[in-house]
Protein backbone atom coordinates (compact mmCIF):
# COMPACT_ATOMS: atom_id res chain seq x y z
CA UNK A 1 0.00 0.00 0.00
CA UNK A 2 1.33 3.28 -0.99
CA UNK A 3 1.75 5.81 1.69
CA UNK A 4 0.08 8.73 3.12
CA UNK A 5 3.43 10.35 3.50
CA UNK A 6 4.33 9.70 -0.74
CA UNK A 7 0.91 10.98 -1.66
CA UNK A 8 2.40 14.34 0.75
CA UNK A 9 5.18 14.52 -1.01
CA UNK A 10 3.60 14.12 -4.52
CA UNK A 11 1.40 16.56 -3.79
CA UNK A 12 4.48 18.83 -2.67
CA UNK A 13 6.21 17.86 -5.89
CA UNK A 14 3.34 18.39 -8.04
CA UNK A 15 2.78 21.80 -6.83
CA UNK A 16 6.41 22.97 -7.86
CA UNK A 17 5.43 22.78 -11.11
CA UNK A 18 2.73 25.39 -10.81
CA UNK A 19 3.09 28.73 -9.56
CA UNK A 20 3.28 27.02 -5.54
CA UNK A 21 6.58 27.68 -4.96
CA UNK A 22 6.98 30.65 -6.51
CA UNK A 23 3.76 32.20 -4.61
CA UNK A 24 4.26 35.32 -2.56
CA UNK A 25 3.74 34.70 1.38
CA UNK A 26 2.79 37.78 2.86
CA UNK A 27 3.60 38.03 6.99
CA UNK A 28 2.15 39.35 9.73
CA UNK A 29 4.43 41.41 11.80
CA UNK A 30 3.59 40.80 15.16
CA UNK A 31 4.96 42.86 17.82
CA UNK A 32 6.90 40.27 19.16
CA UNK A 33 7.53 36.75 18.50
CA UNK A 34 6.03 35.66 21.61
CA UNK A 35 2.81 36.83 20.36
CA UNK A 36 1.83 34.28 17.45
CA UNK A 37 0.75 31.17 19.08
CA UNK A 38 2.54 28.21 18.26
CA UNK A 39 1.65 25.08 16.46
CA UNK A 40 1.82 21.69 17.10
CA UNK A 41 2.19 19.21 13.65
CA UNK A 42 1.64 15.36 13.38
CA UNK A 43 2.82 13.49 10.45
CA UNK A 44 0.62 11.00 8.30
CA UNK A 45 1.44 7.26 8.15
CA UNK A 46 4.74 6.46 6.28
CA UNK A 47 6.00 9.84 7.00
CA UNK A 48 8.02 11.27 9.95
CA UNK A 49 8.44 14.39 11.67
CA UNK A 50 11.48 15.74 9.63
CA UNK A 51 11.36 14.66 6.06
CA UNK A 52 12.31 17.83 4.66
CA UNK A 53 10.70 16.92 1.89
CA UNK A 54 7.22 16.58 3.63
CA UNK A 55 6.67 18.10 7.07
CA UNK A 56 9.79 19.87 6.74
CA UNK A 57 8.30 21.81 4.05
CA UNK A 58 5.17 22.15 6.74
CA UNK A 59 7.11 23.69 9.10
CA UNK A 60 8.89 26.08 7.11
CA UNK A 61 5.40 27.43 5.42
CA UNK A 62 4.60 28.16 8.72
CA UNK A 63 7.54 30.20 9.91
CA UNK A 64 7.30 31.30 6.43
CA UNK A 65 3.92 33.11 6.70
CA UNK A 66 3.87 33.83 10.58
CA UNK A 67 6.57 35.96 11.36
CA UNK A 68 7.76 34.07 14.87
CA UNK A 69 5.51 31.40 15.20
CA UNK A 70 7.33 27.77 16.98
CA UNK A 71 6.62 24.52 15.54
CA UNK A 72 6.94 21.47 17.29
CA UNK A 73 6.81 18.54 14.67
CA UNK A 74 5.71 15.54 16.92
CA UNK A 75 8.43 12.24 16.66
CA UNK A 76 7.36 9.71 18.30
CA UNK A 77 10.23 7.79 19.31
CA UNK A 78 14.07 8.35 19.98
CA UNK A 79 14.26 8.86 16.11
CA UNK A 80 13.34 9.69 13.16
CA UNK A 81 13.24 5.82 11.94
CA UNK A 82 10.96 4.72 15.40
CA UNK A 83 8.51 7.81 14.44
CA UNK A 84 8.42 6.32 10.68
CA UNK A 85 7.05 3.14 12.13
CA UNK A 86 4.92 4.08 14.75
CA UNK A 87 2.71 5.26 11.72
CA UNK A 88 2.29 1.52 11.02
CA UNK A 89 3.49 -0.43 14.64
CA UNK A 90 2.07 0.95 17.83
CA UNK A 91 -0.09 0.88 20.58
CA UNK A 92 -2.08 4.29 19.55
CA UNK A 93 -3.49 4.41 23.33
CA UNK A 94 0.44 4.80 24.37
CA UNK A 95 1.59 6.98 21.53
CA UNK A 96 -0.97 9.57 22.49
CA UNK A 97 0.19 9.40 25.84
CA UNK A 98 3.39 10.22 24.82
CA UNK A 99 2.37 12.92 22.41
CA UNK A 100 0.36 15.04 25.21
CA UNK A 101 3.93 14.33 27.79
CA UNK A 102 6.13 15.86 24.94
CA UNK A 103 3.80 18.61 24.61
CA UNK A 104 3.04 18.95 28.40
CA UNK A 105 7.08 19.53 28.44
CA UNK A 106 7.12 22.17 26.05
CA UNK A 107 7.54 24.93 27.81
CA UNK A 108 7.00 27.34 24.25
CA UNK A 109 3.41 25.22 24.22
CA UNK A 110 2.27 26.35 27.87
CA UNK A 111 0.08 29.17 27.43
CA UNK A 112 -2.10 26.91 24.25
CA UNK A 113 -1.08 26.22 20.65
CA UNK A 114 -2.85 25.47 17.27
CA UNK A 115 -2.93 21.65 15.90
CA UNK A 116 -2.75 20.73 12.04
CA UNK A 117 -2.65 16.62 11.35
CA UNK A 118 -2.12 14.95 8.12
CA UNK A 119 -4.26 11.76 7.44
CA UNK A 120 -4.27 9.73 10.34
CA UNK A 121 -2.38 12.83 12.17
CA UNK A 122 -5.64 14.46 11.96
CA UNK A 123 -7.49 12.00 14.29
CA UNK A 124 -4.39 11.53 16.41
CA UNK A 125 -4.56 15.12 17.33
CA UNK A 126 -8.13 15.26 17.85
CA UNK A 127 -7.57 12.28 20.59
CA UNK A 128 -5.11 14.81 22.03
CA UNK A 129 -7.28 17.01 22.42
CA UNK A 130 -9.94 15.01 24.11
CA UNK A 131 -7.86 13.48 26.63
CA UNK A 132 -5.19 15.99 27.13
CA UNK A 133 -6.94 19.74 27.65
CA UNK A 134 -3.78 20.94 29.43
CA UNK A 135 -2.04 23.31 27.70
CA UNK A 136 -5.26 23.91 25.81
CA UNK A 137 -5.53 23.44 22.00
CA UNK A 138 -6.79 25.64 20.55
CA UNK A 139 -7.87 25.23 16.78
CA UNK A 140 -7.76 22.03 15.54
CA UNK A 141 -6.99 21.54 11.79
CA UNK A 142 -7.38 17.81 10.11
CA UNK A 143 -6.35 17.77 6.91
CA UNK A 144 -7.55 14.32 5.72
CA UNK A 145 -8.03 12.79 9.06
CA UNK A 146 -10.23 10.03 9.07
CA UNK A 147 -12.30 10.47 11.85
CA UNK A 148 -15.09 7.62 11.80
CA UNK A 149 -12.52 5.17 11.13
CA UNK A 150 -11.77 3.71 7.49
CA UNK A 151 -13.13 0.59 6.00
CA UNK A 152 -11.11 -0.63 2.82
CA UNK A 153 -7.70 -1.11 1.90
CA UNK A 154 -6.70 0.66 -1.45
CA UNK A 155 -3.16 1.26 -3.12
CA UNK A 156 -2.03 -2.18 -1.82
CA UNK A 157 1.02 -2.91 -4.06
CA UNK A 158 1.31 -6.28 -6.29
CA UNK A 159 -1.22 -8.59 -7.82
CA UNK A 160 -4.65 -8.53 -7.12
CA UNK A 161 -4.86 -11.67 -5.64
CA UNK A 162 -2.34 -10.82 -3.08
CA UNK A 163 -3.96 -6.93 -2.74
CA UNK A 164 -7.09 -8.87 -1.82
CA UNK A 165 -5.90 -11.25 0.51
CA UNK A 166 -4.39 -8.96 2.66
CA UNK A 167 -7.76 -6.67 2.53
CA UNK A 168 -9.63 -9.93 3.68
CA UNK A 169 -7.03 -10.53 6.57
CA UNK A 170 -7.72 -7.44 7.89
CA UNK A 171 -11.20 -7.38 7.90
CA UNK A 172 -11.32 -10.86 9.73
CA UNK A 173 -8.58 -10.07 12.04
CA UNK A 174 -8.36 -6.15 12.74
CA UNK A 175 -10.68 -6.67 16.11
CA UNK A 176 -8.23 -9.89 17.42
CA UNK A 177 -6.08 -8.54 20.60
CA UNK A 178 -2.81 -8.74 19.37
CA UNK A 179 -3.42 -6.71 15.85
CA UNK A 180 -5.48 -4.36 17.61
CA UNK A 181 -2.76 -3.75 20.20
CA UNK A 182 0.44 -3.32 17.84
CA UNK A 183 -1.16 -2.74 14.14
CA UNK A 184 -1.79 1.14 14.06
CA UNK A 185 -5.04 1.22 11.02
CA UNK A 186 -6.55 -1.42 13.14
CA UNK A 187 -7.10 0.84 15.53
CA UNK A 188 -9.22 3.14 13.75
CA UNK A 189 -10.74 -0.02 11.42
CA UNK A 190 -14.27 0.61 11.58
CA UNK A 191 -16.32 -2.54 10.20
CA UNK A 192 -20.15 -1.63 9.48
CA UNK A 193 -20.63 -5.36 9.43
CA UNK A 194 -18.98 -6.21 12.85
CA UNK A 195 -20.98 -3.26 14.82
CA UNK A 196 -20.82 -5.16 17.79
CA UNK A 197 -17.05 -6.15 17.83
CA UNK A 198 -15.99 -2.51 16.80
CA UNK A 199 -17.66 -0.92 20.04
CA UNK A 200 -15.86 -3.78 21.99
CA UNK A 201 -12.93 -4.65 20.85
CA UNK A 202 -11.16 -1.50 19.16
CA UNK A 203 -9.50 -0.31 21.38
CA UNK A 204 -8.84 3.53 20.15
CA UNK A 205 -11.45 5.13 17.94
CA UNK A 206 -14.27 3.56 19.32
CA UNK A 207 -12.98 4.83 22.70
CA UNK A 208 -12.33 8.34 21.23
CA UNK A 209 -15.82 8.85 19.48
CA UNK A 210 -17.75 7.23 22.64
CA UNK A 211 -19.39 4.24 20.98
CA UNK A 212 -19.34 2.12 23.64
CA UNK A 213 -19.06 3.65 26.80
CA UNK A 214 -19.91 7.42 26.78
CA UNK A 215 -16.87 9.77 28.18
CA UNK A 216 -18.18 12.84 29.11
CA UNK A 217 -14.83 14.46 29.64
CA UNK A 218 -14.03 13.47 26.30
CA UNK A 219 -17.01 15.84 24.97
CA UNK A 220 -16.49 18.55 27.14
CA UNK A 221 -12.58 18.61 26.08
CA UNK A 222 -13.71 18.52 22.42
CA UNK A 223 -15.70 21.30 22.81
CA UNK A 224 -13.24 23.85 24.13
CA UNK A 225 -12.06 24.18 20.80
CA UNK A 226 -12.36 27.58 19.28
CA UNK A 227 -12.22 25.88 16.20
CA UNK A 228 -12.56 22.40 14.42
CA UNK A 229 -11.32 22.55 10.63
CA UNK A 230 -11.48 19.23 8.45
CA UNK A 231 -10.57 19.26 4.74
CA UNK A 232 -11.81 16.36 2.76
CA UNK A 233 -10.48 15.24 -0.57
CA UNK A 234 -13.19 14.91 -2.80
CA UNK A 235 -11.35 12.19 -4.98
CA UNK A 236 -9.60 10.42 -2.38
CA UNK A 237 -8.57 7.14 -2.82
CA UNK A 238 -6.71 6.29 0.28
CA UNK A 239 -9.23 7.17 3.25
CA UNK A 240 -12.33 4.62 2.53
CA UNK A 241 -15.00 6.17 2.41
CA UNK A 242 -13.74 9.65 1.98
CA UNK A 243 -16.76 10.98 4.26
CA UNK A 244 -15.06 9.68 6.86
CA UNK A 245 -13.34 13.01 6.79
CA UNK A 246 -16.05 15.23 7.52
CA UNK A 247 -17.18 12.45 10.07
CA UNK A 248 -19.79 10.85 7.46
CA UNK A 249 -19.58 6.76 7.55
CA UNK A 250 -21.43 3.53 6.26
CA UNK A 251 -24.54 2.93 8.36
CA UNK A 252 -24.60 -0.46 10.01
CA UNK A 253 -24.68 -3.42 8.12
CA UNK A 254 -24.43 -1.72 4.78
CA UNK A 255 -21.41 -0.05 2.67
CA UNK A 256 -23.45 0.79 -0.64
CA UNK A 257 -24.35 4.10 1.10
CA UNK A 258 -22.58 6.88 3.39
CA UNK A 259 -24.34 8.77 5.67
CA UNK A 260 -23.24 12.21 6.02
CA UNK A 261 -21.91 13.39 9.62
CA UNK A 262 -25.69 14.92 10.69
CA UNK A 263 -27.17 11.29 10.07
CA UNK A 264 -24.55 9.32 12.21
CA UNK A 265 -25.68 8.43 15.79
CA UNK A 266 -22.37 10.39 16.80
CA UNK A 267 -23.78 13.30 15.52
CA UNK A 268 -27.62 12.83 16.64
CA UNK A 269 -26.81 11.94 19.98
CA UNK A 270 -24.14 14.26 20.28
CA UNK A 271 -21.44 11.92 22.03
CA UNK A 272 -18.35 14.34 21.46
CA UNK A 273 -19.79 17.76 20.95
CA UNK A 274 -19.84 17.93 17.27
CA UNK A 275 -23.64 18.98 17.36
CA UNK A 276 -22.85 21.68 20.12
CA UNK A 277 -19.37 22.98 18.17
CA UNK A 278 -21.89 22.97 14.85
CA UNK A 279 -24.64 24.95 16.80
CA UNK A 280 -22.05 27.19 18.09
CA UNK A 281 -20.24 27.79 14.70
CA UNK A 282 -16.70 26.10 15.70
CA UNK A 283 -17.53 23.25 13.10
CA UNK A 284 -15.31 24.10 9.34
CA UNK A 285 -15.99 21.92 6.53
CA UNK A 286 -13.54 22.31 3.50
CA UNK A 287 -13.29 20.74 0.24
CA UNK A 288 -10.25 20.47 -1.78
CA UNK A 289 -11.22 18.47 -5.46
CA UNK A 290 -8.23 16.24 -5.54
CA UNK A 291 -6.65 12.76 -4.25
CA UNK A 292 -5.71 12.37 -0.68
CA UNK A 293 -3.52 15.20 0.74
CA UNK A 294 -2.56 17.02 -2.70
CA UNK A 295 -2.85 19.89 -1.77
CA UNK A 296 -1.48 23.61 -2.62
CA UNK A 297 0.68 25.66 -0.64
CA UNK A 298 -1.81 28.38 -1.36
CA UNK A 299 -4.59 26.58 -0.08
CA UNK A 300 -2.43 25.81 2.90
CA UNK A 301 -1.97 29.75 3.44
CA UNK A 302 -5.18 31.47 2.01
CA UNK A 303 -7.77 29.29 3.62
CA UNK A 304 -6.46 27.65 7.00
CA UNK A 305 -3.44 29.49 7.87
CA UNK A 306 -4.67 32.73 7.40
CA UNK A 307 -7.82 31.96 8.48
CA UNK A 308 -7.61 30.00 11.83
CA UNK A 309 -3.70 30.24 12.76
CA UNK A 310 -3.30 34.15 12.67
Not at 240 to 269: I, R
Request: charged share 20%; glycine share 6%.
Amino acid sequence: MRSFSAVLIVALLSAASTKSFNYYYETVQAGNESSATPVVLWHGMGDSCCNPISMGSIKRLFENTIIGVYVNSLMLGDNVVTDTTHGFLANMNTLVEQACETIAKDEKLKNGYNAMGFSQGGLFLRAVAQRCPNPPMKNLVSIGGPQQGIYGFPYCPGPTTVCNTVRNLLDLGAYVGFVQNSVVQAQYWHDPYKVDDYKVKNIFLADINNANTFNETYKANLVKLKNFVMVKFLKDNMVVPKESEWFGFYPDNDDSSVLSMEETDLFKHDLIGLKEMKDDGKLHFLAVDADHLRVTKEFLVDEIIKKFFM
